[in-house]
């Protein structure tokens, strides 16, 4: 009995063997990761061996070696190496590793070890892992570790070593040979090892894979930072070219120092391109931690160090505690920061970004006020002229800020371009919510053309209203069902009339549709609804009729006068109005677009005809009337 009231107590059972397989094949997600485990090892040996022998004038090396043809890959370091006592206790019992005991004892915050587990991921891709090891303590003594699979070892004693350390060997799985490979060992290593303090070589390589210096750990002089940023972004950035690069330091909420980047690629709306790498002691942690990264950053990569993140067990992963959330914080602040100092140091960089990123941009303001700042005269907007800035924009507005609600065609497009004024693209990602803020902030006009309000800014009121009666017979003779004639004076003053779609009522039209469908969620379609509430739908589209067009200067003459051929042209325009409108969408090509040529036909027919015929035609077309008096 080995505790009061526990007579029953007994010893858990471990099947060693299970465990340490399902260890080694599924706490990593990638067999890349027993390398960086195994570098790691070697790295800790060498601060085991500083703190050991402070005066010990050692050359601490890393070298890794594949040979394709033995199918196996080689870690050796020139470290403190193991006693055989020590291969035992630490080496071979898993979860127990000297490493940790020696931080507790030393503070020492270089050394990476703590679990006393990462060895066993050697068996993830081994079949064989030999360790020959002299101990900087022993150096007249060599032992060699041995095993299949991890369950069981031997240890025999071997010569020792020229010089102390220890040399890992893993005879691969078949399936993880390529690791044998020193080009694929190069390129893994390049990227887990950038930031470790030892020379870490690959093969017979003289030059270490981890050679470039890292900037943030240099005192370098002012002018001399911003080439090395540039320099180790660069190499390490392997998926795009950096635009500029910038500083991560520092502060009171958080210990992580680093480099962040604008990246080259193509980005567009909601693409995401997030990538940031991030070290732990020097090593390789968290190859895609984008979530540190604000969702709006889709073009940043970046790399940054922390000794106050917490490691998963696996080591792939961070906690998301309270020092994740400020340095989330913190990198927000610095890809601010550092997009501010781009645009004041760097014009060429900070052109090239808003050239390449200028969508995302756009989002990105929206979600901090300080990028807007930055970035609302900068930021090049989407137009019906090409991209320009909102302040470009307005200047060729006559002051105003013009952005088209729908997606264009019909009329519309046609409008836009003869009206000779930029118009953004409000159906672009990001650009209505932008150009509301701007004319908010800047306090200026903006006209959202498509809704009724945006439209009466471009269509003014004629100088005189129409009589009721006359405006009555315009309407039935070149509205149609749906459309309401508004007579009115625009640009340009040869365009006798513009049919403008209702957006609000094709928006109600499409909720009503896809709630049917129940494809939008219920707090989308209040919102959407609310915005709705305005328009009941019934009128589709607004006829504007331009009462300064000569065109409808002599319509309205004519009809005024009684003349037998005002529904004859009446018929012309209306004609036109179909027949523009079929060109610019498929939705009303068909029927009416049938009736509408054949409306020209009969036109021509009346207009052509013997003039004792004329009336009789045209007067089953429309129903005539005594107009009022010339207005000319
Ligand atoms: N190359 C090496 N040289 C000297 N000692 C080593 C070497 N590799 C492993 N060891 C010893 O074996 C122990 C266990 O290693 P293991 O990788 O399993 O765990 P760890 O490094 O301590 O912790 P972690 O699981 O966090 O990596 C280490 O603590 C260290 O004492």
């Known amino acids: 009995m080995s505790e009061e009231g526990h007579e029953n107590l007994r010893t858990t059972e471990v099947d060693l063997g299970g465990l340490v397989s399902v260890l080694a094949t599924h706490l990593y997600s990638t067999p890349l990761v027993a390398l960086r485990e195994l570098v790691q090892n070697a790295h800790d040996s060498h601060t085991r061996r500083r703190l050991e022998d402070p005066a010990g004038a050692h050359r601490a090396v890393i070298r890794v070696s594949g040979d394709p043809v033995r199918r196996t890959v080689a870690i050796e370091d020139t470290g403190a190496g193991l006693t055989e006592p020590e291969i035992h206790a630490y080496l071979a019992t898993v979860g127990t590793g000297y490493t940790r005991l020696l931080r507790d004892l030393t503070g020492n915050e270089d050394l990476i070890g703590a679990f006393g587990l990462g060895f066993l991921s050697a068996f993830s891709v081994a079949d064989e892992v030999t360790v020959t090891t002299t101990s900087h303590r022993a150096p007249e003594l060599g032992h060699r570790y041995r095993s299949r699979g991890g369950e069981q070892y031997s240890v025999d004693p071997v010569p020792p070593r020229p010089q102390p350390g220890t040399v890992v060997e893993l005879t691969l799985k078949p399936e993880h ?275 009724e309000s945006g439209n009466r800014e471009l269509f003014r009121d004629p100088q005189t209203p129409l009589a009721p009666e006359e405006a009555g017979w315009l309407a039935a003779a070149l509205a149609d069902e749906g459309e309401q004639l508004v007579p009115a004076r625009f640009d340009p003053p040869g365009l006798p009339l513009v049919l403008v779609p209702d957006r609000e009522a094709e928006l109600k039209a499409r909720i009503e549709d896809d709630q049917a469908d129940a494809r939008i969620p219920s707090a989308a379609l209040r919102l959407a609804r609310a915005f709705t509430a305005r328009t009941d739908g019934s009128v589709r589209a607004r006829l504007y009729l331009n009462t300064d067009a000569p065109a409808v200067r002599d319509l309205l003459r004519a009809y005024r006068a009684g003349h037998t051929g005002a529904a004859t042209a009446a018929g012309l325009l209306r004609s036109v109005k179909v027949i523009m409108a079929a060109a610019a969408s498929d939705a009303r090509a068909g029927d009416d677009l049938t009736a509408a040529l054949a409306g020209i036909g009969t036109a021509v027919a009346a207009l052509t005809a013997p003039a004792e015929g004329l009336s009789v035609d045209v007067g089953t077309l429309f129903p005539q009337d005594d107009g009022g008096e010339d207005e000319r």
């Open 177 to 451: 040979a390529h690791l044998a490979d020193e080009e694929v060992l190069r390129d893994v290593l390049a990227r887990y090892c950038v930031l470790l303090g030892v020379p870490v070589h690959v093969g017979d390589d003289e030059h270490p894979v981890n050679a470039v210096p890292v900037p943030w750990r240099e005192a370098l002089p002012a002018g001399e930072q911003h080439a090395a940023r540039m320099a180790f972004a660069t190499a390490f950035g392997r998926r795009f070219e950096p635009l500029t690069a910038f500083p991560v330091e520092p502060t009171e909420q958080t210990d992580a120092a680093g480099l962040l980047w604008v990246q080259d690629g193509g980005t567009y709306g909601s693409s995401d391109n997030r990538d940031l790498a991030v070290y732990l002691r020097g090593m390789l942690l968290a190859e895609d931690a984008r979530d540190l990264l604000p969702s709006w950053a889709g073009f940043i990569g970046g790399v940054v160090e922390s000794n106050r993140l917490t490691p998963t067990a696996s080591r792939e992963d961070l906690q998301r505690d309270e020092h994740y959330r400020a340095l989330q914080q913190t990198l927000a602040d610095a890809i601010v920061n550092g997009l501010y100092e781009t645009a004041r140091l760097h014009p060429a960089a900070w052109r090239r970004i808003l050239a390449r990123h200028g969508q995302e941009l756009l989002g990105a303001a929206l979600c901090d006020d300080r990028l807007f700042t930055l970035l609302a005269d900068d930021v090049p907007v989407p137009t019906s002229q090409g991209d320009l800035t909102a302040g470009a924009l307005r200047a060729a507005g006559g002051g105003a800020v013009h952005v088209a609600l729908g997606s264009g065609g019909g009329f519309e497009e046609m409008l836009y371009r003869a009206m000779r004024v930029p118009i953004a693209r409000g159906d672009r990602y990001a650009v209505l919510p932008f150009l509301r803020r701007y004319a908010q902030l800047r306090d200026c006009r903006i006209v959202e053309l498509g809704s």
